[in-house]
């Protein structure tokens, strides 16, 4: 009979998020993972097969649940505002220049390896089918010009937040990178509102 998992596959990729972005993707290690989460370096191994393909899971994670997140705030009294406060909510997860610097090379491998290509875009995919669906839920509610709500509109948040983090990282972290994107995404809804959204 087969032994049954204390640890879930979520408290594993939770951890191995913090140690990617703590050590980067070339340097951390399953046992570093594994002593977050009170497994042996051999457990994960059984589990998931290599490091390489912890990370893949890693990333498929983040299709499933970033999307989920945005979305989210589709049902919020202010669409617009809540989907603001979500991106700022994820920015804030990154603590310093060190760890920016290891998400970057994440996105690096996302870029360069093929399985992982496959990965991100649907990644990207997902995040700005999310914020589109916010944004008809925030024109529903006359946050937002409806005329104005597209999917440009949503190519153009997303590529705001990314931008906002990248240009915060470049300008040698001047604020938080919560600040820098909450800054970027307020001026990018002056084109959806006219004025920007109030938050």
Known sequence: MARPRTVSDAAILAAAAHAVAEAGPANVTLALIGD????????????????EKL?????????ATVP???VAAASA?????????AFVAMAG???????????????????SVPEFQQVTRAYAAGVEAAVGTVLRAAAATGEVDPGR??????????AA????LITWG???QDGTPADHVRRHLIRATRSLTGSGVQV
Do not use: C, Q, W
């Open 68 to 70: 989920a997140r945005l």
């Open 77 to 85: 009294e202010r669409p617009l505002a809540a989907l603001i406060d």
């Open 36 to 51: 977050r989460v009170g497994l042996t370096a051999a457990a994960l191994l059984r589990r998931f097969g290599s490091k």
């Open 161 to 164: 937040y990314n931008g906002a």
């Open 55 to 63: 990370l893949l899971a890693l990333a498929r994670d983040a299709v």
């Open 93 to 111: 997860a990154v603590r310093n220049a060190s760890e920016f610097g290891n998400h970057l090379a994440f996105l690096l491998m996302d870029l």
């Open 149 to 158: 709500v597209d999917e440009e509109a949503a190519e153009v948040i997303h």
């Open 170 to 172: 470049m300008a040698g």
